[in-house]
């Protein structure tokens, strides 16, 4: 009876731990009976819990990935109210689900009234989110929309190079007359390091040109799977560089918070294209392809 118990539970826990990947996979395969079905079935045994809350934040940003801005706006609102009655008795970044959930369910919100044309409407919506959540862990997703909505077309923030791997960094505003192209990676980010070959071969086309690129990253408190003090993760970044970004030991690296908070890098890569005025020209939070990241550098003429 007890091996019995014992063996339940464990189900249990894998229910537990599987329903947003469960979720999701039906998504992709463009399943969405089958993802109602997978949220139904968990919250009939477990409730309404953090992953629960995620897995159901999914709905709303695959409504939206099919334009039905409708099921997403409302998807997306009743996942921020499943969100929000947590917050009455946990704080946000107690676990990693619920700042997922609550950070999709306004992105979500914000980019259905922008597809609705309301982009005064998305940009206060994204900024009083803001103005609640600066001090929590979903501050730079909401950077992100906003400057989604505005940095191009605006001059470069600065950048924070009190701390940096290679060579150090000059301010942008000494690099004026020049193209910059940032590249915000992460040590953990599988993305980031495919991209390499492409940053390679655009500074192999464009570097004679005067083109610049910097590749900001910062600490996220662990190293090789567990927690790490500043030093250590330091020191592991470092080594990722050498092995995975080996040819690009020569662009200068500020590793800084304030840098990814200000440019809203909450998705890595994130690709920033600076003119030679120093004016924001794409900012694209994810991979590109070397078509169009060399399309984006022909633009600058």
Not at 121 to 136: D, F, P, Q, S
Not at 222 to 239: D, N, S
């Amino acid at each position: 009876m007890r091996s019995r118990l014992i063996a339940l539970l464990f189900i249990a826990a894998a229910a537990r731990a599987d329903v947003v990947m469960d979720v999701v996979q039906a998504l992709q395969n463009g399943n969405f009976g089958l993802a109602d079905a997978y949220i139904a079935r968990y919250r009939a045994s477990f409730g309404v819990t953090p992953e629960m809350i995620e897995a159901f934040s999914w709905i709303g940003r695959a409504d939206l990935a099919t334009k039905q801005l409708d099921k997403a706006e409302a998807n997306a609102e009743e996942t921020e109210r499943l969100a929000l009655e947590q917050l009455k008795r946990r704080k946000l970044d107690a676990e990693p689900h619920l700042p997922l959930a609550l950070g999709a369910a306004i992105e979500v919100r914000a980019q259905v009234l922008g597809a609705k044309g309301d982009r005064t409407g998305a940009l206060m919506l994204l900024r009083n989110e803001l103005a609640t959540y600066r001090t929590t862990s979903i501050a730079t997703r909401l950077q992100k929309n906003i400057n989604l909505l505005t940095l191009e077309g605006k001059p470069a923030p600065a950048l924070d190079a009190r701390e940096f791997l290679g060579p150090r960094t000059l301010p942008l505003s000494s690099l004026r007359g020049k193209p910059v192209l940032l590249y915000f990676w992460a040590h953990w980010c599988g993305d980031c390091k495919t991209e390499e070959p492409v940053l390679v071969q655009i500074r192999k086309e464009y570097g004679s040109k005067g083109l610049v690129v910097i590749a900001p990253t910062q600490r996220y408190g662990y190293a090789r799977g567990q927690e790490a003090g500043p030093e250590v993760e330091f020191k592991y970044i470092e080594e990722v560089r050498h092995v995975y970004l080996a040819d690009l030991l020569d662009v200068p690296a500020p590793v800084s918070e304030a840098n990814f908070q200000a440019y809203g890098a909450s998705t890595v890569p994130t690709l920033v294209l600076i003119d030679r005025q120093g004016i924001v020209r794409l900012y694209h939070p994810g991979v590109m392809s070397l078509p169009e990241l060399r399309a984006a550098l022909n633009r600058l003429g």
